[in-house]
Structures are given as C-alpha cells and as structure tokens.
C-alpha cells in the first residue's frame, strides 16, 4: 500500500523504520516543524524528521495541518492509509476522509484504557504490571476509534517511561505493519471500544513531578519511575531542588522509621539515603541536583550535604 506516515518524536522511530523496511510504500513523512530544543534553545530537527531524511523520504512540516496548502499536498501523495504514531496534534475531518483506508493510529495503551498523551507514564505511575501497543482506526474523538490489533507488553519493575517506551515503540512498529498488511488482505476487522471502561492519560505538567511525601513508598517509586526522564520527580532540601531519578520502595534492611514525618530524612548511607513516607521507606540511589547531570547518591554526597533528621518538602524553605 501507498503510506503517508505521521510521527514526531522518538518513540515514533521505529513505526517509521519498521514501514520503510517492509513491502508498503511510504510516500511521504509529515512531522511537526523545528523547534528550539534544550538551554541553547537550538532548532533541531524531530527524530522522525531525521530518519526520514536519512531514508531520503519526503517530508512535510505544516504549521497549519488544515491549510489548503498541505491538504493539497497529501492529495497529491495519494496515500492508501494514513499511519500515525505520535504526531502530537489531532487529525481534523478533511485529513480522517483522505485516505480510502483511512487512519490508522499506534497508541501506548490496551485501549480503552489510558486514552491520551500521556498513557505510557500514568500506567506507571498507577502500578500497572502490564501494558501494551494497539492499533485503531482513527475518528475524531481521542483515541476512541475502533481497534484493530492488539499486544500486551509486561511491565518490569525497574522500567521508567524512557525505558518502557523504547520498548513498546520497537512492538508499535512491528504490530503497525503486521496492521496495514492485514488491512491490505482484509484479514483484521475493526472491533468498536467499549467506552464505558476506558480511562484518561493526560498530557503531563511539571508540576506533576513534584513528590508528595504524605503518599505511600509504592506510590512515590512509582511516580519516580512513571516520571522519567520527564518531568521527573522533585523535591526541595531546603531552598535546593533535587530530581529524584531513581528510588526503591525499602522493603528491608533500611534504617526504623519510628513514625517520624512524611520527608523525613531517616539515614544517610554512602550509597544512598532513606526518606520516611506516608507509609514505608523510599531508599533514593539516584539524584540530580538543579543544572546538573544525573548521578549516583555516592557522587553527590561528596559535594553536598545530607543529614539524618532533615526534611524534604513540595516547596522550598528559605528561612
């Protein structure tokens, strides 16, 4: 089949990679335009945008995906399906109709479970032991198109986002072709979601990284790890902001907490150290101090200074 492809960032790497490498033709690449990236505010082109370039694919960056200017140019590709993989931006009617196989979405969810930007992170951060990757015909709710394929993907339990996405990305791409194959044969039919049990992933905000040091060990582990590498997970050591990058819920061997306040620093050991939740002990092994990099607790120690009896809190204390 002839495939218009729609994508931005890495995890939508592989569902291009895997496209171009099989027996459907991608005719064109259409990706979000260059923006400035990191402190040197740099543009830089999207991952997507370079895998297409470096294949030597077509590409299109539209500021306006309902301009006349790109519907035009999608016309002219003449694309049987349309694929998308994280574009970022919700398709209008006149681009859903385009194609006569229509649109075909690879979202980080079983949906109908976790509709939304945001689906491999909160599986995490809820404590999900599994996941996975379907395919769907796109309409114009939010991901409420009916499925097509589906994989389950099992949740370890030291898999961040980062690494968690890499993952499911590289089955996205394989289930993705598998997907169109099967459209092209007419061997896969669309099975209507059963709204009444779906559940929402929300766009992410920095202000969701903030810890909450009244929740359970569990539920902070897990936000650690639901949370990275973006917003990541912080706090504050009095007027200092600390990332925690990796913690463990301290099941044994760590230091009594004896009922102290929640973000109550228990211990500090020279590898690690131990806060007093709302219930258990998180162990952090993993911090990065404001512009910073991320290093271990054993590295930071030696330029920085934690007592036991310290307190961690949402806001920082400037008295």
């Given at each position: 089949?002839?495939?218009?492809?729609?994508?931005?960032?890495?995890?939508?790497?592989?569902?291009?990679?895997?496209?171009?490498?099989?027996?459907?033709?991608?005719?064109?690449?259409?990706?979000?335009?260059?923006?400035?990236?990191?402190?040197?505010?740099?543009?830089?082109?999207?991952?997507?945008?370079?895998?297409?370039?470096?294949?030597?694919?077509?590409?299109?960056?539209?500021?306006?995906?309902?301009?006349?200017?790109?519907?035009?140019q999608l016309a002219e590709w003449k694309p049987d399906v349309i694929a998308v993989t994280a574009f970022g931006r919700i398709l209008p009617k006149p681009i859903l109709d385009l194609p006569p196989m229509g649109c075909v979405n690879v979202h980080g969810s079983l949906l109908p479970a976790y509709r939304g930007a945001a689906p491999i992170q909160w599986a995490l951060i809820h404590g999900d032991t599994e996941t996975g990757i379907t395919t769907m015909v796109m309409d114009e709710g939010m991901d409420t198109g009916a499925v097509l394929l589906q994989q389950t993907i099992p949740i370890e339990p030291e898999d961040t986002a980062?690494?968690?996405?890499?993952?499911?990305?590289?089955?996205?791409?394989?289930?993705?072709?598998?997907?169109?194959?099967?459209?092209?044969?007419?061997?896969?039919?669309?099975?209507?979601?059963?709204?009444?049990?779906?559940?929402?992933?929300?766009?992410?905000?920095?202000?969701?990284?903030?810890?909450?040091?009244?929740?359970?060990?569990?539920?902070?582990?897990?936000?650690?790890?639901?949370?990275?590498?973006?917003?990541?997970?912080?706090?504050?050591?009095?007027?200092?902001?600390?990332?925690?990058?990796?913690?463990?819920?301290?099941?044994?061997?760590?230091?009594?907490?004896?009922?102290?306040?929640?973000?109550?620093?228990?211990?500090?050991?020279?590898?690690?150290?131990?806060?007093?939740?709302?219930?258990?002990?998180?162990?952090?092994?993993?911090?990065?101090?404001?512009?910073?990099?991320?290093?271990?607790?054993?590295?930071?120690?030696?330029?920085?200074?934690?007592?036991?009896?310290?307190?961690?809190?949402?806001?920082?204390?400037?008295?």
């Open positions: 089949m002839r495939v218009v492809f729609m994508g931005t960032p890495a995890f939508a790497v592989p569902s291009l990679e895997a496209l171009a490498n099989s027996d459907h033709e991608v005719v064109g690449v259409v990706t979000q335009p260059d923006r400035p990236k990191d402190r040197g505010q740099a543009v830089v082109p999207c991952p997507v945008k370079e895998l297409a370039l470096a294949k030597g694919l077509p590409v299109s960056q539209p500021d306006k995906i309902k301009s006349p200017e790109f519907l035009q980062l690494e968690l996405g890499a993952r499911m990305a590289r089955v996205g791409g394989v289930l993705l072709v598998e997907t169109l194959t099967r459209l092209a044969a007419q061997t896969v039919v669309p099975c209507a979601q059963d709204h009444s049990r779906a559940t929402m992933a929300p766009l992410l905000k920095k202000e969701d990284g903030v810890i909450d040091w009244t929740q359970s060990a569990t539920e902070i582990a897990n936000r650690i790890r639901g949370l990275s590498p973006w917003p990541g997970s912080y706090t504050f050591h009095h007027e200092h902001r600390l990332i925690i990058r990796k913690g463990r819920v301290d099941a044994q061997g760590g230091p009594a907490g004896g009922g102290q306040r929640p973000g109550t620093i228990l211990a500090v050991g020279p590898q690690s150290f131990w806060v007093e939740t709302g219930a258990g002990r998180i162990e952090v092994l993993e911090v990065q101090p404001a512009n910073k990099k991320r290093m271990s607790v054993e590295q930071f120690l030696l330029g920085y200074t934690l007592r036991a009896q310290d307190t961690l809190s949402p806001q920082p204390n400037l008295s």
